[in-house]
Structure formats: structure tokens, C-alpha cells
Antibody
Framework: QVTLRESGPALVKPTQTLTLTCTFSGFSLSTSGMSVTWIRQPPGKALEWLALINWDDDEYYSTSLETRLTISKGTSKNQVVLTMTNMDPLDTATYYC?????????????WGQGTTVTVSS | DIVMTQSPDSLAVSLGERATINCKSSQSVFFSSNNKNYLAWYQHKIGQPPKLLIYWASTRESGVPERFSGSGSGTDFTLTISSLQAEDAAVYYCQHYYSTPPYTFGQGTKLEI
């Protein structure tokens, strides 16, 4: 069974750096075609694609946020970490991680439950 | 970046009726080498993570009811929900995954029953 779970602080102050961890099981990010994506949804707004890391360590970012985002594989083989610098109240959102198997379905077929992050002083 | 535009932004449909949601991409998401459209549809209910409904524009994900269907090619796509059920009330998103990321989402369509 494939599962993903997001973890991180519920509250960060403006200008701080946010670090979120996606812990997954049931698949290996070393397998060809596997990737993990971060997506967020601000309150009352649409889903926003943030970043992706794949089995080959390729990293891709939202064009509008790429200067603030870093995605990486964690020290544990079953983790992906997203950092976002210079947090702003507009970054208040529910942050999700999800799996994509490229070449098979290519959609985001399994999602974590999401973690809510509030940016406030 | 490929821009995904959905229409309408919201719609209200009666139980048992048909709902149609459109999605247009700013450039083609069709790969002629494998004859596939790199487009997915998701259902998002409040308090839950989004759920993959359709991939490759028209392939239903396992476990998704047959009343959900996807169609279209190139830049124009449609999600059709036939015979609406109460549990279909949600926000629906299209997303492309053509070529290299970013794999952008549409702005969402809120479906009320």
C-alpha cells in the first residue's frame, strides 16, 4: 500500500524559512519513473503546483516560486523535503505531497492528507 | 509555462443530470510519439486530499465510477459526469503533465448539486 504523509510546523513567522517533510512508503524513489511532487492550496483558492523531484534526482520548480523553493531527497530514503524561504502571509496554505509514476499513469495517483501552514507574526 | 483554463468556474446541476467541465491548455499536450494526451482530472472535496479521476485525458483511474469520463485532445478537454450523485459535489481540477514541469493546474470548477 502506497502512503504519503506531510509533516512540518503549523505556524511560521514572516521572513522565516519553512521546511516540510514528505514521508512515504510502499514505493521507492530510486525506481525509474517515480517522482514526488509538492502542491499547495491557499484558503479558498486553487491547487498550485510547487515542485517535483524524480528518481534521477532531477528537480523542477514553479516558475513564480523557484527562487524561494528547494526540493531534495531526505537523509532517509523514504523522505522528500521542501524548503521555502522568506515566508509571507500569502503562503498560508495546506501543503500536499503526492506521487507520480511517469510512463505509467503520470497523474498524481496517491496524495498525503496535507499539512496546514499559517504564516503570521 | 502551459496555462490551463477551466470553464465554467462553477456550475449547479440537479441529481441525475449530466455535468460537463471544460479545460483548455495554452499549447497542445498531445505527444504524437505515443498518441497520448498528457492531461489528468482530479476531484477535491473539503477536508480531503484531491483524488485522481482520469489520466491520459480519458483513462479512468481504478475504482472511479463509470459515470466519470474524460475526452478531448490537443488543447481542449472535457470531464463529463453523467447521472450526478450527491457525493459528486466537489471542486474539479485539470492538470497537464506534458514534457518537463511545471505541471500546472487549472483554476478549478466548483460543482454544486
Amino acid at each position: 500500500q502506497v502512503t504519503l504523509r506531510e509533516s512540518g510546523p503549523a505556524l511560521v513567522k514572516p521572513t522565516q524559512t519553512l521546511t516540510l517533510t514528505c514521508t512515504f512508503s510502499g514505493f521507492s524513489l530510486s525506481t525509474s519513473g517515480m517522482s514526488v511532487t509538492w502542491i499547495r492550496q491557499p484558503p479558498g483558492k486553487a491547487l498550485e503546483w510547487l515542485a517535483l523531484i524524480n528518481w534521477d534526482d532531477d528537480e523542477y520548480y514553479s516558475t513564480s516560486l523557484e527562487t524561494r523553493l528547494t526540493i531534495s531527497k531526505g537523509t532517509s530514503k523514504n523522505q522528500v523535503v521542501l524548503t521555502m524561504t522568506n515566508m509571507d502571509p500569502l503562503d498560508t496554505a495546506t501543503y500536499y505531497c503526492a506521487r507520480m509514476v511517469q510512463g505509467l499513469k503520470d497523474g498524481l495517483d496517491v496524495w498525503g492528507q496535507g499539512t496546514t501552514v499559517t504564516v503570521s507574526s | 509555462d502551459i496555462v490551463m483554463t477551466q470553464s465554467p468556474d462553477s456550475l449547479a446541476v440537479s441529481l441525475g443530470e449530466r455535468a460537463t467541465i471544460n479545460c483548455k491548455s495554452s499549447q497542445s499536450v498531445f505527444f504524437s510519439s505515443n498518441n497520448k494526451n498528457y492531461l489528468a482530472w482530479y476531484q477535491h472535496k473539503i477536508g480531503q486530499p484531491p483524488k485522481l479521476l482520469i489520466y491520459w485525458a480519458s483513462t479512468r483511474e481504478s475504482g472511479v465510477p463509470e459515470r466519470f469520463s474524460g475526452s478531448g485532445s490537443g488543447t481542449d478537454f472535457t470531464l463529463t459526469i453523467s447521472s450526478l450523485q450527491a457525493e459528486d459535489a466537489a471542486v474539479y481540477y485539470c492538470q497537464h503533465y506534458y514534457s518537463t514541469p511545471p505541471y500546472t493546474f487549472g483554476q478549478g470548477t466548483k460543482l454544486e448539486i
